[in-house]
Nanobody, 117 residues
Framework: QVQLKESGGGTVEAGGSLRLSCSAS????????MGWFRQAPGKERELVAT??NSGFTTFGDSMRGRFFISKDNDLRMTNLKPEDTAMYYC????????????????WGQGTQVTVSS
């Protein structure tokens, strides 16, 4: 089992930056890929960014070039827009291949990010 806890959410003005962190505990040695997903009210949960143990990263289309994911799974968000407002979730996958959201078995409770215009 893996336990995940997010921190760093809050309210920021459009154009600003924010950093989210994810604390992992438990069987962390089994994790192959960690990442971030987000869900806005009335919308499906979507990919923000993932990073696997080899350093390979993936990003949602609207995040590429603005969001960055570190080796420690910190998510640095820059040039934030009101449409980035959502609950952000840290997630972990222990499979050898984690192609999509359904692959991630472990989830944190989420941290709210609000971007004001």
């Amino acid at each position: 089992q893996v336990q995940l806890k997010e921190s760093g959410g809050g309210t920021v003005e459009a154009g600003g930056s924010l950093r989210l962190s994810c604390s992992a505990s438990g069987s962390v040695f089994s994790i192959n890929t960690m990442g971030w997903f987000r869900q806005a009210p009335g919308k499906e949960r979507e990919l923000v960014a993932t990073r696997d143990n080899s350093g390979f990263t993936t990003f949602g289309d609207s995040m590429r070039g603005r969001f960055f994911i570190s080796k420690d799974n910190d998510l640095r968000m820059t040039n934030l827009k009101p449409e980035d407002t959502a609950m952000y979730y840290c997630a972990a996958c222990h499979r050898n291949w984690c192609p999509g959201i359904a692959s991630f078995e472990y989830w944190g409770q989420g941290t709210q990010v609000t971007v004001s215009s």
